[in-house]
């Protein structure tokens, strides 16, 4: 008859062993699940652009000339043409013609404008006051939450709905569970030097720090 042990195993697989082997899993997993979800997103990404510019490129070429991957060249050349014209004073105010349009459809601006200012919010030449990483004082008390101001005018609203005094700063919620948006006074917030990459992401794992060279 085997002897088991307190978790209810073998004694040669006994609590000990189990905390062990538990602790050993799950430090693979921290390392392998991140790695393995990024790869397959971007294999998504990479397959989706390449059969849509792909199959636009057999259809010019034909595709007795088509060479696989082809189509990820198209999109990175479309990608960088398009900056090319937007970034050109003619051409750009053609461009923003039409967005302007075609935000002006049912129900479009509701989700083209929001993907537009997120992609902005995280582009290279993206506005300065997109790029800024605040410390915001909520209340009396010393409450207080890391955010990004997203606006520091409001020219665009009616005269005096907003005072010159405030801005806007989102503050994301942890784990990608949403967030919320605060108009605050400039006196409320105190800038951090910090990239709004890294701080979106200490955000999101709830400003949990793990070592690079160590998961423990």
Known sequence: MIERGSYGVPFFFGGNQVS????LFWKGLIVVMPITLTIYLLVIILVKAETVFGQMLKGLIGSELYIPGSGLFLTFVTMIAVGVLVNNLITGKIINFFINQFERMPFIKAIYSPLRD???L???DGPENMKKVVLVKLDKIGIECIGLVTREEFSDLPEGSIGSEKIAVYIPMSYMLGGFTTI???S???PIDIP???AIKLAITGWIKAE???IS
């Not at 062990?20 to 602790?23: D, E, K, L, V």
């Open 20 to 23: 062990i082997i538990s602790r």
């Open 118 to 120: 997120l992609i902005s």
């Open 122 to 124: 995280f582009g290279g």
């Open 184 to 186: 605050v006074d400039r």
């Open 188 to 190: 409320q917030v105190t």
């Open 196 to 198: 709004v990459e890294k």
């Open 212 to 214: 690079k060279n160590q």
